[in-house]
């Protein structure tokens, strides 16, 4: 049946994680490989005692082998299809196809969806595809095949975001470009709150999906409440607390463009509304001496470590920022404070976090652990796949 595979074998001991179904196998797991083997490839995963363990796509690096099957069937084009359409039909019972209020949602969520490698974010009829492997690269024309034929009308165009994605060890290079139809329209629906997205130039695939759920919790909190939200990429926190009855928000970030955006958001939704000012500043620099003027700050950086031989420094980077918040804000001050790093565990985060209350000597307690929403649903036997790990703390 697969022939014209080639055949891995792990050494001894090394398939337990593989039985308990976790799709990766790690370069060093590797006894011997039978056969050439391209990066993209498909190949046939076996224990030393000749059990099959699954099916999946080689490339060069620690993460060696993404498995897409534990069983043994071939990857064809039907094979994809089931996949996305399972993950068109999770979504749809979730309520997010039809909604009317909110047009914009993550439709494949990698290993979450037993899709390793690969992420789907839908706005408003495009959906913005962007390849963590090279096996899913090499499938894009079969995947936005069976995209179409599982939305249908629902589907304007696909965009493929991934020149910066695709693991940079490999001879291809990626292109971002329209791979079916085209858009005309960038702005989408959020809890009825209006979003220019641009998935041409912005991070990511234009717009961070992730922190919907949480973005309506700061919106509950806001009401006559000084709102600081760093590290504001396009806004998302600031709308939401001006729409709770925040008396000011300041959004600033280190992007020009992305403040360029965030006005522009603000104006879609609240055209001459003086409570808001957005400014550029680097996020430490601007924690330095911020006086006691907020009492609601939102902390949501980029990911301080995308590789475990950065976590040790991301680690103080989220301490010491977080230190910063906690001597500053204002008493009675909520503060919400974020890490999207896949590396670094619930456990570590809420380690600096403490550290940095601890540094302070505030009065700190939780109100509420926040994670990423259903339309990122974490694989039970992949927890690297819950990644967003959140807490909103109140500080006396």
Same mark, same amino acid.
């Given at each position: 049946?697969?022939?014209?595979?080639?055949? &891995?074998?792990?050494?001894?001991? =090394?398939?337990?994680?593989? !039985?308990?179904?976790?799709?990766?196998? $790690?370069?060093?797991? %590797? *006894?011997?490989?039978?056969?050439?083997?391209?990066?993209?490839?498909?190949?046939?995963?076996?224990?030393?005692?000749?059990?099959?363990?699954?099916?999946?796509?080689?490339?060069?690096?620690?993460?060696?082998?993404?498995?897409?099957?534990?069983?043994?069937?071939?990857?064809?084009?039907?094979?994809?299809?089931?996949?996305?359409?399972?993950?068109?039909?999770?979504?749809?019972?979730?309520?997010?196809?039809?909604?009317?209020?909110?047009?914009?949602?993550?439709?494949?969520?990698?290993?979450?969806?037993?899709?390793?490698?690969?992420?789907?974010?839908?706005?408003?009829?495009?959906?913005?595809?962007?390849?963590?492997?090279?096996?899913?690269?090499?499938?894009?024309?079969?995947?936005?095949?069976?995209?179409?034929? &599982?939305?249908?009308?629902?589907? =304007?165009?696909?965009?493929? !975001?991934?020149?910066?994605?695709?693991? $940079?060890?490999?001879? %291809? *290079?990626?292109?971002?470009?329209?791979?079916?139809?085209?858009?005309?329209?960038?702005?989408?629906?959020?809890?009825?709150?209006?979003?220019?997205?641009?998935?041409?130039?912005?991070?990511?695939?234009?717009?961070?999906?992730?922190?919907?759920?949480?973005?309506?919790?700061?919106?509950?909190?806001?009401?006559?409440?000084?709102?600081?939200?760093?590290?504001?990429?396009?806004?998302?926190?600031?709308?939401?607390?001006?729409?709770?009855?925040?008396?000011?928000?300041?959004?600033?970030?280190?992007?020009?463009?992305?403040?360029?955006?965030?006005?522009?958001?603000?104006?879609?939704?609240?055209?001459?509304?003086?409570?808001?000012?957005?400014?550029?500043?680097?996020?430490?620099?601007?924690?330095?001496?911020?006086?006691?003027?907020?009492?609601?700050?939102?902390?949501?950086?980029?990911?301080?470590?995308?590789?475990?031989?950065?976590?040790?420094?991301?680690?103080?980077?989220?301490?010491?920022?977080?230190?910063?918040?906690?001597?500053?804000?204002?008493?009675?001050?909520?503060?919400?404070?974020?890490?999207?790093?896949?590396?670094?565990?619930?456990?570590?985060?809420?380690?600096?976090?403490?550290?940095?209350?601890?540094?302070?000597?505030?009065?700190?307690?939780?109100?509420?652990?926040?994670?990423?929403?259903?339309?990122?649903?974490?694989?039970?036997?992949?927890?690297?796949?819950?990644?967003?790990?959140?807490?909103?703390?109140?500080?006396?």
């Amino acid at each position: 049946m697969f022939e014209n595979y080639t055949r &891995v074998v792990l050494k001894s001991g =090394k398939d337990q994680s593989l !039985k308990r179904f976790h799709p990766w196998v $790690f370069s060093g797991a %590797i *006894k011997k490989m039978y056969g050439a083997v391209n990066e993209g490839d498909l190949v046939t995963v076996y224990s030393n005692k000749d059990e099959f363990l699954g099916i999946g796509h080689y490339q060069i690096g620690s993460i060696a082998i993404r498995i897409v099957s534990f069983k043994e069937v071939t990857p064809d084009y039907n094979f994809w299809k089931s996949k996305i359409e399972s993950a068109w039909n999770l979504r749809k019972k979730l309520g997010y196809t039809e909604n009317k209020e909110t047009n914009v949602f993550r439709l494949v969520h990698a290993e979450g969806d037993g899709m390793p490698g690969l992420i789907i974010d839908y706005y408003n009829g495009t959906a913005v595809m962007q390849m963590h492997s090279i096996g899913m690269y090499l499938i894009r024309e079969e995947l936005v095949k069976a995209l179409q034929e &599982v939305m249908g009308e629902k589907l =304007k165009a696909v965009y493929n !975001k991934s020149s910066k994605t695709v693991p $940079f060890k490999s001879d %291809i *290079k990626a292109e971002d470009e329209y791979l079916f139809g085209n858009s005309s329209s960038n702005e989408v629906l959020e809890y009825g709150l209006k979003f220019k997205v641009d998935w041409e130039r912005g991070q990511k695939t234009g717009f961070f999906i992730d922190q919907r759920e949480n973005r309506l919790l700061v919106q509950k909190y806001s009401e006559n409440r000084d709102v600081l939200n760093m590290f504001c990429y396009t806004g998302g926190f600031s709308f939401y607390a001006m729409k709770g009855g925040a008396n000011r928000v300041h959004s600033v970030d280190a992007s020009a463009k992305a403040i360029d955006l965030t006005n522009e958001n603000v104006e879609l939704n609240f055209p001459e509304d003086n409570r808001h000012e957005a400014m550029v500043a680097d996020g430490f620099e601007y924690l330095k001496d911020i006086q006691e003027k907020y009492d609601l700050i939102i902390l949501d950086p980029p990911a301080f470590a995308k590789h475990r031989n950065t976590l040790p420094q991301a680690l103080k980077g989220y301490k010491r920022i977080n230190t910063r918040a906690f001597e500053q804000i204002r008493k009675g001050g909520i503060l919400f404070t974020f890490s999207c790093s896949q590396v670094v565990s619930k456990e570590k985060f809420r380690e600096a976090v403490f550290s940095a209350a601890a540094i302070s000597g505030r009065n700190v307690r939780i109100l509420h652990q926040l994670n990423q929403p259903t339309d990122h649903p974490v694989n039970i036997y992949h927890p690297e796949s819950e990644y967003l790990k959140g807490l909103v703390l109140f500080v006396e």
